[in-house]
Structures are given as C-alpha cells and as structure tokens.
C-alpha cells in the first residue's frame, strides 16, 4: 500500500526536499528491516551520485550517458540511483572478464580481481549470478546485484604481526602513501613481499614514484624494513629472515584468497578443478598461479588489458533493467492461475 509513502512524499517536496527515497520504490518486497535499510542508503547515495552524474552530463553537452549498475547493465543518467551503484565497479569487472573470456573459448570462470585494497571473486558457468540481499559494511540491501565475494586482500594490504602470527591485512596502505616501495614512508605492504621476493621487478616499471612522481620502486628500503620487522618482533637474525617473513605474509594472502574463492564455488557443489581462474586487476597477475595452485585449477586466463577490465567490462555491457513487485495473493488449492 504505497498510497501514503507517496502523499508523504508530495509534502516533503511542497516543503522544499530535494531528495526523497520511498521505501515502496527502493525496495517494493515485505520485510521491513531490509526494506528500510535500503531505502535510507539511497536517500544517503542517490544526492552524492546525482551531483557527479550532472558534473558530468555538463562537460559532456548532449552526448548520451549510461551508468554501470551492481545488476551488470547499463542505466540512463536520470535512472541512476545510489542503492543500485554499490557494485558497479566490481560487475564491471565481472562482465569484462565473462564477455572476453568467452571470445576465447572459456565458458567455465573463476574470476579474480585484485586491486590494491581488496580482492573481488566470482563464479560463472554459463550464466550471471545474482543475489538480492547482501550485507555490505554493516549495511543491509535488498536490490539486485552481481554475486561477488570480497576478501580485504589487495596489493597495499598492510602487514601485521600479532598475537604470535602474521596477519595481512584489513587496513591498506591505499594509493597514497602505498607500500614501502612507493617511497612515500608507507608501511610494509603486501606488494612489498613481491618486490622482495622478486615477483615485482622495479626495472620494468617506470619511474613515477616517490614525492615528485620522478623514482622507482625502492627494494633497498622494503629490504631495510623487513630486516627492523624481524628484529622488532624477535623472530630471528639470519640473512635469510627478510626472505622468509615475506613468504610467510604471501602464503596467508593467498590462502585468504583461495578461500574466499571457495566460498563461492567449492562450498556450494562446485568443481573448480576443471575451471578457468580469469585474473585481472592491478596486483591479480602476481599471485594468479599461487592462487591456482591452491584451488587445483589448471588453466589461467589474462586479457591483455587486465589492469583495466573493470572499465572495459562497463563499455562491453548491455543497458538491462531489473524490476520488482509483491503479489499480494491469498494462495489456496482452487486458485487457477
């Protein structure tokens, strides 16, 4: 009975509110927590999302928009709002990875996006997964959206060492200061592993580091660093002690990942043996095959434009519309219809 969500709505308006979000739009099914957590993170969203959509729309003139949903289709501008923009990167990766997976002959997907704060999963055997509840920060939405698992493992996830063992992670180093070999004095990091292991080489990156943006990456003082963490936390001494903490900090980043991949797909009946693990994302490429190796998976897939698929996915998706409504109908043995 939307009747008085809307009359509400008409004297919210007459009294001068710019943005008003019914629950009988946001989120037209029963249960009312769900439905009214929804609905508030739309009303908090939809005002921040409209005025980057019109930032937008102003530079751009009278060239058409369309905006990624968490669904993985594409809206018009004026269709966009906040509870349905939560996923919306991540489903772009999903159908980034889905789409140019399938132009080379994979049907059967894995997906493992890695950035620098965390890593997205997912699983696809010949059709898009959607969930219509999730908990995302303590909050609860009702609204259609790519299943996606996230693990706070990504390339700036910062290490820790407490309670008797190594943690990595969830708080990140983010972009800025990013990891040690930045060399912005960020803390070790999880790329900072792979730079000393020799996983990330800094001669094959360009020099854009640093607080002018003019140097490489800094092994000597990652190097440094691992050597003051052993020493802090008494591990050992040995030459070797730098070398092996990294490892140890890899071997529980990849362990989070495989199993948040198992979540999704080993948990619910699924063989992932026989699966392709589609690796994209900025830091995914590093650890692709300790992530399979893991899993038993025996076949990675790497588009060229990895580091950017998530975008990619967003100009290869469809414009899509999902619409819900309850029926409210007494069910009996006579019913015909």
Same mark, same amino acid.
């Given at each position: 009975f939307?009747? %008085?969500?809307?009359?509400i709505a008409e004297i919210a308006a007459h009294c001068g509110f710019e !943005?008003?979000?019914?629950?009988?739009?946001?989120s037209p099914l029963p249960r009312l927590i769900?439905?009214? *957590?929804?609905?508030?993170? *739309?009303?908090?969203?939809?005002?921040?999302?409209?005025?980057?959509?019109?930032?937008?729309?102003?530079?751009?003139?009278?060239? /058409?928009?369309?905006?990624?949903?968490?669904t993985g289709?594409?809206? %018009?501008?004026?269709?966009?709002?906040?509870? *349905?923009?939560?996923?919306?990167?991540?489903?772009? #990766?999903?159908?980034? #990875?889905?789409?140019?997976?399938?132009?080379? &002959?994979?049907?059967?997907? +894995?997906?493992f996006d890695m950035g620098g704060t965390s890593t997205d999963v997912w699983h696809f055997a010949g059709d898009y997964e959607h969930q219509q509840e999730q908990l995302i920060s303590g909050v609860r939405l009702r609204t259609p959206m790519m299943?996606?698992?996230?693990?706070?493992?990504?390339?700036?996830? +910062?290490?820790?060492?407490?309670?008797?063992r190594f943690q990595v992670g969830p708080d990140s180093s983010g972009a800025n200061p990013g990891p040690t070999c930045y060399r912005r004095d960020g803390p070790l990091s999880l790329t900072d592993c792979n730079v000393l292991l020799g996983k990330i080489q800094p001669?094959?990156?360009?020099?854009?580091? &640093? /607080? !002018?943006?003019?140097?490489?990456?800094?092994?000597?003082?990652?190097?440094?660093?691992?050597? !003051?963490?052993?020493?802090?936390?008494?591990?050992?001494?040995? *030459?070797?002690?730098?070398?092996?903490?990294?490892?140890?900090?890899?071997t529980i980043a990849i362990e989070n990942m495989a199993q948040a991949i198992r979540k999704i797909s080993v948990q619910r009946g699924y063989d992932v043996s026989s699966y392709t693990l589609c690796v994209f994302g900025g830091a995914g490429g590093q650890h692709a095959c300790l992530v399979a190796n893991a899993l038993g998976i025996?076949?990675?897939?790497? %588009?060229?434009?990895?580091?950017?698929?998530?975008?990619?996915?967003?100009?290869?998706? $469809?414009?899509?519309?999902? %619409?819900?409504?309850?029926?409210? $109908?007494?069910l009996s043995v006579t019913s015909q219809d």
């Open positions: 939307p009747q %008085h969500e809307q009359r !943005q008003i979000s019914l629950s009988s739009e946001s769900s439905r009214g *957590d929804t609905t508030v993170a *739309d009303a908090y969203l939809s005002p921040v999302l409209r005025g980057y959509v019109n930032q937008v729309k102003n530079e751009l003139g009278d060239i /058409p928009l369309l905006f990624m949903q968490s289709g594409l809206c %018009h501008a004026q269709s966009f709002r906040g509870k *349905d923009a939560i996923l919306s990167g991540p489903a772009g #990766g999903v159908v980034g #990875g889905v789409e140019t997976a399938r132009r080379a &002959g994979f049907n059967r997907l +894995i997906g299943r996606i698992n996230t693990v706070a493992a990504g390339g700036g996830s +910062i290490l820790h060492y407490s309670d008797g001669d094959y990156f360009p020099a854009v580091f &640093g /607080p !002018q943006g003019n140097l490489r990456l800094d092994e000597i003082t990652v190097k440094e660093k691992f050597s !003051q963490f052993a020493e802090i936390n008494l591990l050992a001494d040995t *030459d070797s002690e730098p070398l092996s903490i990294a490892e140890g900090f890899l025996k076949s990675i897939y790497c %588009h060229p434009m990895a580091g950017v698929l998530s975008a990619y996915g967003i100009g290869l998706a $469809e414009v899509s519309t999902v %619409h819900e409504t309850s029926v409210d $109908e007494i």
